[in-house]
């Protein structure tokens, strides 16, 4: 019966998050920055695959669309601050 719908919950009806736990759509509008500090751009979206979440980071003023897929992984993200509003991030290898 609901197959093919799309269930919305309430943020108050999530489960509470544990210390070192961030609901990954809450990463989307913060800042990208590689290890070495350097900013690669802000994350504008999440998607779900298979294996793990992806982050869809975006350069700031390209109109060429130029992104950065970083899977969500201990690997590849390497620090998350909320409250600085960015992230730091190992880019995958091309």
Do not use: C, Q, W
């Given at each position: 019966?609901?197959?093919?719908?799309?269930?919305?919950?309430?943020?108050?009806?999530?489960?509470?998050?544990?210390a070192?736990e961030?609901?990954?759509?809450?990463?989307?509008?913060?800042?990208?920055?590689?290890?070495?500090?350097?900013?690669?751009?802000?994350?504008?979206?999440?998607?779900?695959?298979?294996?793990h979440?992806?982050?869809?980071?975006r350069?700031?003023?390209?109109?060429?669309?130029?992104?950065?897929?970083?899977?969500?992984?201990?690997?590849?993200?390497?620090?998350?601050?909320?409250?600085?509003?960015?992230?730091?991030v190992?880019?995958?290898?091309?």
């Amino acid at each position: 019966m609901l197959r093919g719908k799309e269930l919305t919950l309430e943020r108050s009806d999530l489960d509470a998050l544990g210390a070192d736990e961030v609901y990954v759509g809450d990463l989307v509008g913060i800042e990208a920055r590689d290890e070495s500090g350097e900013k690669i751009g802000v994350v504008v979206e999440t998607f779900e695959t298979p294996a793990h979440e992806v982050l869809v980071v975006r350069r700031e003023n390209e109109t060429n669309g130029a992104e950065h897929y970083v899977p969500f992984t201990m690997e590849h993200v390497l620090e998350v601050d909320l409250e600085s509003r960015r992230i730091v991030v190992r880019l995958p290898e091309e």
